[in-house]
C-alpha cells in the first residue's frame, strides 16, 4: 500500500521542484514557502472594505479583471469599464510604500529582486493603461477608507461621461 502524502511533504517536494531563477535565491524554509503561498492575491482586507463602502454607495465594478492592454496584460483590483478606470490596492510591504516599506534584513538576496519586479510591474502597468486612455488609481492598504473612497470618486467623477 502506498504511504499517503501529507500536505507538509507536498509541501517540501514542490519547495524543491519550483525552478530557480539566475542569481536568485529560494525563500530560507520549507516552513516559509508555505506561508507565503497562504498569502491572498485577491481579496485583501483594505480591497474588500473598499469594495463594500463602494457598493453600498451605489457604484458597480468589476473586481480583479484581467484587462488587456495594447502592450500587456493587467490585473487591477477594482475596474470600473465603462469610464476606463483601474483601481489598485497596494500592500505597503509588497509594493515597497515609501512610508511603511522596509527591506527585510533576512534573506535579502531573495526579497530585494522580488519586491523591485513587484515596482517595475507596477510602473509598467500604470503606463500599459496609461497608453491605452485608463485612468489609474493607486491606494495604499495604509490609507483611511474615506481617503480611499475619495480617490476613486474623484477619478469617477473627473471621468464622467
Known sequence: MAKRQTSRDSSEDAARRRPVTAGMETPTTAGRSRNMQAIRRTDTKPEVQL????????????????????SRRVRPDIVFTARKIAVF?????????????????????????????????????????????????????????????????????????
Not at 52 to 59: M, N, V
Not at 145 to 161: F, G, I
Open 89 to 161: 490596492v497596494d500592500g505597503c510591504f509588497w509594493h515597497c510604500c515609501p512610508e511603511h516599506g522596509r527591506q527585510p534584513s533576512v534573506n535579502s538576496g531573495y526579497w530585494s529582486p522580488k519586491l523591485a519586479r513587484n515596482v517595475e510591474r507596477d510602473r509598467l502597468a500604470d503606463a500599459a493603461l496609461g497608453d491605452d486612455g485608463w485612468s489609474v488609481v493607486r491606494i495604499w492598504e495604509h490609507e483611511s477608507l474615506e481617503t480611499a473612497m475619495n480617490l476613486v470618486k474623484q477619478a469617477l467623477q473627473s471621468r464622467a461621461a
Open 51 to 70: 469594495r463594500s463602502a463602494l457598493h453600498r454607495e451605489g457604484y458597480r465594478f468589476r473586481k480583479d479583471m484581467a484587462v488587456q492592454t495594447s
